[in-house]
């Protein structure tokens, strides 16, 4: 996989390289399209509650990437990012209860969620593959 970074001969150059941000920015999209045309009663509340949310992970993931230096910072970002895809899924599960997204819709959001989180959470596990400090044999 991408973020193993020691047994790969393709690093990471940036955060954008990596494949949980690309799923983050498209779940973002995913979330914008479905909500773009919600009643307008919703815009302030559930709309904006969701778009909050999910549109917070990707940006936690990007926040994780540059606090690469310190190991403790890096995972506290990907645990936020890991909150932020929870809440998502809160916030899905009472659209599709507000009649506002169908079941199968639900689902297909919701897997996305949770590969995020899966994969969020082997990152956590192996984050001094990303925050190792550079040698000094150059």
Not at 7 to 22: A, P, Q, T
Not at 74 to 100: G, P, R, V
Request: charged share 30%; with cysteine.
């Amino acid at each position: 996989m991408s973020f193993n970074m020691k047994n790969s001969n393709k690093y990471v150059k940036s955060f954008k390289d990596l494949e949980i941000y690309k799923i983050s920015r498209q779940l973002a999209k995913d979330i914008f399209v479905l909500t773009k045309n919600f009643a307008l009663e919703e815009k302030y509340s559930l709309v904006d509650q969701i778009r909050r949310s999910c549109r917070s992970i990707g940006a936690q993931i990007a926040e994780a990437w540059g606090k690469r230096k310190y190991i403790n910072h890096f995972i506290s970002k990907l645990t936020n990012a890991d909150a932020e895809q929870l809440e998502t899924q809160h916030w899905l599960e009472i659209l599709n209860e507000c009649d506002y997204l169908s079941n199968e819709k639900m689902n297909e959001l919701m897997k996305k969620c949770e590969s995020i989180g899966k994969i969020l959470n082997t990152i956590i596990l192996k984050a001094d593959l990303f925050c190792q400090k550079p040698s000094n044999n150059n």
